[in-house]
């Protein structure tokens, strides 16, 4: 059963058949990412720049740093951020880069240890992450990704639908609730 | 010995036909005698082994630094609908009905860009020429910079030709128009098939695309008398306050200067210039103000539809390339008329070229026409400044803005918020109109400089609100007053110049050069291009600059009041900020390289493009930044940087060229060059690291920039201020001293003295090496190798 339903209706810049799957649930997102087996979460440059219900982005990534399971890498210069919050569990790679080593199935990840089976953007300029989502989906098959950000991303597997600040915000606060226990 | 597969030298000359001949053998009618091209031989250079190099013949150069910077495609569409087999849907590991999957066809769509690029700048280089061979003579000579033997550094390289006159950059023009009939060729259904074949044929495109620049540029100076190579050009005015808006005002807006020469001319020779304005948007206002000190800068392509909407031009005068195609209807919005000078964009006018002039400015300035095409460029300075006056007069000094108070129109929003889907920045314009109807416009107020002009937000607009014009005016105060000084485009590099900093370039004592170009696609404001060249005139790298960026950076001022042209020398030497001119002086950037390495080097330049690209991407520190990015020119500019071994740095919204060419500095096999000194294969680190690289924000691009500044040829002095830059700046944007410097540090020399506690204690951490990483004589050359052990 996928945890969501297309809808064509969505205002995006679509790029083809292939669209991504709306998020139905918190739920739905948590239970993804405790499936995956190597999880990895990007953060990007506007995450400083986004409020959220208690604090911003940047907040809610440090929050899921609680989880060992949880990588976390943040583009841009937004590690500055991180630093400046005393913060050291953060891993910082341009976005770039990193979008370059996620279609490498032999890149072995910050750790050493393989390659990542879901990723999750959040933080970005709407049209960056959509490009960068559209070389996932056409270059690394088999990557699941994810878009947490308030507009429908067509080219991730599964993306926010548009919505009102407040349900985006009560939203990504239960995923990151969910997401920080310890399975 | 020439590589199999060049073009042969143009073949045509002199050519001489007589009607009637008689002789002692024989009568002879019709005689028609065509003689193969003379170039005169006083070259003693020998030629090299890729002149007039054809699609194929630098493929292997290619795919050797396309090895190494492996193309990471992000598709800015699933489809490919070129054909009438299609719609066919490439995602993923699908092929077309041709057979092509989803890398080929973005490399294609690469190879598209570049062409156009390359078409329309040889497009305006072709029709340059032309019109100066016909009006100044085909025998002019070429004079492009003082103190300076080496006129023509691309052509040279590509070409294997020494031009001398105008009619011998005909020829270079045959080569590269033919050149581009067979890119454009590879791009049709069932040719080409492989992506990195593609991507060749991309930086073909690029490296003609340098050359046709070349030409229009080279062109240009000659004839018309434009700065040739002084470092210190007098200061123009840049901005809306450039303008007396209370004087007639002609707005040129284009690249190609010579309609604008004409209304310049025509003011002169009537003693006109202090009664009308004349000034010009994008690259045509450099070149005017090359040409005329006197013609005034408005500003860069981003501010082509509110300088319209201002209501401030009496006449707008549009010749070729990144004018808005909509410009007749927003002109005809604010009452006045548009004369159209290029067949390549005719906007749908009346050809009246060949009308009088008398006939042309009476329909124009009473309206009968909205516009008219004149194609003779020397037909346009008096039917243009006729016509400005006359409208001036018929609108009564009523300049302004035509449209209803702010806060009456905000009231109309329904706060759907699909500006700000449209707006490519995602601006909160949706905020700033609601608090417009408040009355507060502050919020407009501060989308001013980050709005990036393109109008899309109208377009999505369901209440069709004026909103460019609403940010405009909430600007008028502030903005009419804005002018600031730019430096004159002061075209080529001087070869002496070359000679003074050849070496400390070579042996990055000078960390870099750092080339500051392309349009204004800003993702946050027209002030991070200053702030970018700052960063590094301050370090004492070379800041070049051309095109809109050269306009940017001017366009912001320090605590006391001055801006960068102010501040730093125009000269090409360390902390100098270069502003070369318009579009097609980018030429000189790449130029400068080229005669670093013939100059200083004596590396022979003639037909040797593999020799001199290998040279740069092994030692000449230079970085191409095009932060605002928009064109296919763009593309194609860069797309000649890539194959000459320059890493380009783009801002994200680069990212829309929908192709990187990344490194991977972890992978050891991949930066591995010959020493020329012994033939054997070394690792040098990952310098530079990628090719073509979009940067998320300023801060990620100055560091960036830092670092691909670094080449395997670096002396431990040089290396070591170059680590010095790149480390301080990450502390600086990062918060951290960078975690790859074990791939740069080669020996213990190159470490920072300042720095040299901290550099060894995280070397140690990384299982650091000393001369792992080597120092050789770096080439990727195998021919090069000049002795083998």
Redesign the interface.
Known sequence: MMPGKMITGQ?AEI????KALIIQSAESVAAMVKRASRPLFVF??EAQNITTNDGDLIDAAIKLTENPKNTIVT???T??EF??RKVEKVF?M????L???L?DPDWGGFDGKGVYDLVVFVGF????EW??L??L???A?GLKTISLDR?YQPNAGWSMGLMTEREWKDTLEKIVSMLVEVA | MIQPGCEQLPDRDLKLKVDEFSSTIGMFKGLEIDVGRIYSEDWDEAMGPTPWPSVGTLREWDRKLLKRY?P????????CCLCTFGKC?????KRGACGLN??AQQSRIVLIAAFIGASTHTAHARHMLNHLIEEYGRNTPIEVAVNTGVEAPNIRLVCGIRPKTLKDLKDVLDYVESQIVQLVAAAHTGQEGDNIDFESKAFHAGMLDHVAMEVADISQISALGLPKGEPETSLAEVGYGAIDSSKPVIMCIGHNVLPSIDIIDYLMNNNLFGQVEVGGLCCTAHDMSRYNERAKIVGPISWQLRFIRSGIPDLIVVDEQCIRTDVLQEAKAIGIPVIATSEKSCLGLPDRTSDSPERVIEDLSLGKNDGVLILDPRKVGEVSVKTAMNVWKRRGGKKGFKIKEIEELAGTCRGCG?CV?AC???LPIDVAIKAAREKNYEPLVSLYDLCVGCGRCESACPVDLPIISMITKANEKSTILEKYPIRVGRGAIQDVEIREVGQPIVFGEIPGVIAMVGCANY?AGTGDVAKISEEFLKRRFIVVASGCSAMNIAMTRDEDGLNLYQKYPGNFDAGGLVNVGSCVANSHITGAAIKIANIFAKRPLRGNYEEIADYILNRVGAVGVAWGAMSQKAASIAAGCWRLGIPVVVG??G??Y?R?L?G?KEKEEDWKVYNARDGKEVYVGPVPE?LF?????Q??AV??ISKLAMRPNDTNKGRAVKLTHYIDLHQK????TPDDLHLYVRRLQDIPFTMRDEVVKILQEQNWVEDKIASPDPTLLDRLVRKRE
């Open positions: 205002i790029p083809g058949p292939q990007g440059s583009t841009g210069h590690i500055a630093r400046r910082s341009q976005l770039m880069n979008g370059d080593r279609r300029t709407y049209y960056l490009l960068v559209s070389g989906k056409n270059f098959i507009t | 492996k990471f495609y992000m598709p800015d569409c699933d489809l849907d490439l995602t993923g590991d989803m890398a699909a889907q490519p920045n995602n993702p994200p919204h990212a829309k929908r990187m990344l991977r990628h690289y979009a940067a998320e924000t801060e990620e560091v960036m944007y990062y918060g951290s």
